[in-house]
C-alpha cells in the first residue's frame, strides 16, 4: 500500500522550521501540518560520534511535542550536521562566519549527516542518513558572491546545495541529495511506510 494510504486517518506533524524539509516532505503526497515550538535547544553533550549528535538532536526536539501525541499523531523531527575533519560545522554565526565556513569546505569533502525522529504515543524510530560532498577549490570572489546573493545564515556548513554554490561548487556527491538538503526522504519513505504497518 502506498504511503499516502497508510497514513489515511493519522495526523502527521512536521515539527520544522526550514522551507527545505517541508518542500521535501510535500514531495511524498503525504498530508501534513508544520507546528513550531520555539527555542528548542541545539546544543548536545561531548563526546558524541557523528552519528549520536544527530540522532541525539532529532529526538530531543521530539520531546517539545509530547504534549500533542496520540496513537495517530505523528511527529516527524530531523536535525543536519555537517562533518568536516571530525568535528562539527554549524549555522554561521554572521556574514564573515559563513565566509570562513566555505572557505574551510573549499577543497575538502565533508560528510552530511541527518537524524531523523518518528515518534507517535506509541513508539519512537530514530535513523539517520550520510551523504558525502565534493567541494572544488573555490576562489574568494566567489565565496563573497555566494555569500552575499543567497541566504546562508540558517544553514548547516553556510551553503544550501540545492542554490547557484551547489551548481558551481560541487563536483560530486555519494549517497543522497535530498539529505544534503535537509531531510532524507526516500529513507523517510520506508521508515515511515514501517511505522503505521
Not at 560532498?133 to 563573497?144: A, G, K, P, S
Amino acid at each position: 500500500m502506498l504511503l499516502p494510504e497508510l497514513l489515511r486517518g493519522y495526523r502527521l506533524i512536521l515539527a520544522s522550521q526550514s522551507p527545505r524539509r517541508k518542500e521535501l516532505l510535500a514531495g511524498l503526497d503525504v498530508e501534513f501540518e508544520i507546528i513550531l515550538r520555539p527555542d528548542i535547544s541545539e546544543d548536545f553533550p561531548s563526546g558524541m560520534d557523528k552519528f549520536e549528535i544527530p540522532d541525539f538532536l532529532a529526538r530531543a526536539k521530539s520531546d517539545a511535542y509530547f504534549d500533542l501525541l496520540t496513537d495517530k499523531t505523528i511527529i516527524i523531527t530531523a536535525d543536519t550536521i555537517v562533518w568536516l575533519k571530525n568535528e562539527v560545522v554549524g549555522k554561521p554565526e554572521n556574514i564573515e562566519d559563513a565566509k570562513s565556513i566555505v572557505r574551510r569546505l573549499s577543497g575538502n569533502v565533508h560528510e552530511v549527516i541527518t537524524g531523523v525522529c518518528i515518534r507517535s504515543a506509541r513508539k519512537i524510530k530514530v535513523f539517520h542518513c550520510l551523504s558525502k560532498v565534493w567541494f572544488r577549490r573555490l576562489t574568494d570572489e566567489e565565496i563573497n558572491y555566494y555569500i552575499e546573493h543567497y541566504k546562508p545564515m540558517d544553514k548547516a556548513g553556510a551553503y544550501g546545495i540545492q542554490e547557484w554554490i551547489g551548481y558551481a561548487g560541487i563536483e560530486k556527491i555519494e549517497g543522497s541529495f535530498y539529505n544534503i538538503m535537509g531531510l532524507p526522504v526516500q529513507t523517510l519513505y520506508l521508515e515511515l511506510q514501517e511505522f503505521v504497518k
